[in-house]
């Protein structure tokens, strides 16, 4: 009986891995689509900066 309680066990641990993986994915997958490219913050930055100066 101990031994069947043990495998039971390591399927649920699998199970959690498994969940733990697919919701990396998802929030990788979703960070890539919210991601701005380099260009786009390295120019939008200063450009903001010198008109408050300016203004």
Do not use: I
């Not at 066990?9 to 689509?33: C, N, S, T």
Request: charged share 45%; proline share 4%.
């Amino acid at each position: 009986m101990g031994m069947q309680g043990g495998e039971s066990e390591k399927k649920g641990e699998q199970a959690e891995a498994a969940e733990r993986e697919a919701a990396k994915r998802r929030l990788l997958a979703q960070a890539e689509a919210d991601r701005v490219p380099v260009e786009d913050t390295t120019r939008a930055v200063p450009d903001r900066r010198w008109r408050r100066d300016r203004g």
